[in-house]
T-cell receptor
Framework: EAGVAQSPRYKIIEKRQSVAFWCNPISGHATLYWYQQILGQGPKLLIQFQNNGVVDDSQLPKDRFSAERLKGVDSTLKIQPAKLEDSAVYLC?????????????????FGPGTRLTVL | QKEVEQNSGPLSVPEGAIASLNCTYSDRGSQSFFWYRQYSGKSPELIMFIYSNGDKEDGRFTAQLNKASQYVSLLIRDSQPSDSATYLCAVKDGNNRKLIWGLGTSLAVNP
């Protein structure tokens, strides 16, 4: 079974530039997550999709970040314009089961991440 | 604000010892608890899931859950240098919609 794919793996941009990340989840996984992980911290959920609908985007800085999952499969995350504090690893994860199930065992499988450096 | 708290460490143990990692959470309605391991420069991977009060064992790993006290712990027996990593505690919120992540505890197992 192929894992979660992400590209690019690394990206270096200057502040105020734009950048986009792509994620292809594991086949059949309905739930897709984008996380931001700053060095030394745990993952911070930016947005969670269930199929092509947004479940949670409460921590997404909507003035500069956007994400879409138009066909309910792969997804893109965009930052426009980037700031220095956006330097982080952006992780995409997917899970199979419905996260709304009480006690649900919805293991999240992570992609390799995209390391973004904003200069 | 729902929170998950972990001691950031680093926790240093000698090879062969028991490593004990702790996690407390604020949402009393939480029902599912996860431990992820993250090697430096890599992505998190799930190592333990626990739902019921008590202990769950998987090889050298034991997860312990106490919902009344709102803590979950991970014990690693016979620690190996390959266990050196950051261990992330994640708790599904009481609405069962998303995981709340701790900052992680860094573990170093010394040969």
């Amino acid at each position: 079974e192929a894992g979660v794919a992400q590209s690019p793996r690394y990206k270096i941009i200057e502040k105020r530039q734009s950048v986009a990340f792509w994620c292809n989840p594991i086949s059949g996984h309905a739930t897709l997550y984008w996380y931001q992980q700053i060095l030394g911290q745990g993952p911070k959920l930016l947005i969670q999709f269930q199929n092509n609908g947004v479940v949670d985007d409460s921590q997404l800085p909507k003035d500069r970040f956007s994400a879409e999952r138009l066909k309910g499969v792969d997804s893109t995350l965009k930052i426009q314009p980037a700031k220095l504090e956006d330097s982080a690893v952006y992780l995409c994860a997917s899970s199979f089961s419905n996260p709304g199930l009480a006690g649900g065992y919805n293991e999240q499988f992570f992609g390799p991440g995209t390391r973004l450096t904003v200069l | 604000q729902k929170e998950v708290e972990q001691n950031s460490g680093p926790l240093s143990v000698p090879e062969g010892a028991i490593a004990s990692l702790n996690c407390t959470y604020s949402d009393r309605g939480s029902q599912s608890f996860f431990w992820y391991r993250q090697y430096s420069g890599k992505s998190p991977e799930l190592i333990m899931f626990i739902y019921s009060n008590g202990d769950k064992e998987d090889g050298r790993f034991t997860a312990q859950l106490n919902k009344a006290s709102q803590y979950v712990s991970l014990l690693i027996r016979d620690s190996q240098p390959s266990d050196s990593a950051t261990y992330l505690c994640a708790v599904k919120d009481g609405n069962n919609r998303k995981l709340i992540w701790g900052l992680g505890t860094s573990l170093a197992v010394n040969p």
